[in-house]
């Protein structure tokens, strides 16, 4: 198995719901990431995951909410959400956790595309 | 600083024919990773190649084809005979702290 999935594909939401999104791979990998990536730009980073620790919180709203449940896992927790958090969310996962010592590739899920109203 | 340029915002080519996309990076490290990635209208982002600075050899897989230059801190990539399926954005970044610095990405569109 050497994909990352995600769930679910699409997701609506008002500013007052709570809802949460899934990401899983079953390759064994020890760094799981969040990204965000709005129309035509790049995707940024959100969160990392390293060996089921949270490692990197590039400042991310509160309202956002990583949860590592086990080394296959990874949600993304979301309450209060604004219209501008609107975007593709994308989960990645790499070989080895931050502390490998080398870089190593991230593979990335299908991603979620989120709309808030 | 560290900082990925991808000139080309939008390349339009007939099927068949050859392109190359651009990719200029800056960093003060002297070990560092490069990659690409390609991201289709479905939306996934598709590892296509790592390839770390002490490695200069040009690398090739398939109708792909990868520069990379050190001299000139550039990191080219080059599709042979393009086929609809290549129509894409495609991603330069470059590791820094185990985080991806990506470029902004140039939108292939491959017309038949």
């Known amino acids: 198995d050497t994909e990352v999935t995600q769930t679910p594909k699409h997701l609506v939401m008002g500013m007052t719901n709570k809802k949460s999104l899934k990401c899983e791979q079953h390759?064994?990998?020890?760094?799981m990431y969040w990204y965000k990536q709005k129309a035509k730009k790049p995707p940024e980073l959100m969160f990392v995951y390293s060996y089921e620790k949270l490692s990197i919180n590039e400042s991310v709203p509160s309202r956002f909410s990583p949860e590592c449940p086990n080394s296959s896992l990874l949600n993304l927790h979301l309450h209060a959400l604004q219209p501008e958090d609107s975007a593709l969310y994308l989960c990645?996962?790499?070989?080895?956790?931050?502390?490998?010592?080398?870089?190593?590739?991230?593979?990335f899920g299908p991603g979620t595309r989120l709309t808030v109203l | 600083a560290q900082k990925v340029t991808q000139a080309q915002t939008e390349i339009s080519v007939v099927e068949k024919e050859d392109v190359t996309l651009d990719c200029v990076y800056e960093t003060r490290d002297t070990t560092y990773y490069l990659f690409w990635y390609k991201q289709p209208p479905s939306g996934e982002l598709v590892f296509l190649i790592r390839r770390n600075s002490f490695d200069e050899q040009n690398e090739i897989s398939g109708r792909y084809s990868w520069n990379f230059q050190k001299s000139t801190s550039s990191f080219n990539f080059t599709i042979t005979a393009s086929q609809v399926v290549d129509s894409a954005v495609y991603f330069c970044a470059l590791d820094s702290n185990y985080q991806l610095i990506w470029g902004a990405g140039t939108k292939l569109i491959i017309k038949p």
């Open positions: 390759m064994g990998h020890r760094a």
């Open positions: 990645a996962s790499s070989q080895e956790g931050l502390a490998g010592g080398s870089y190593n590739e991230q593979f």
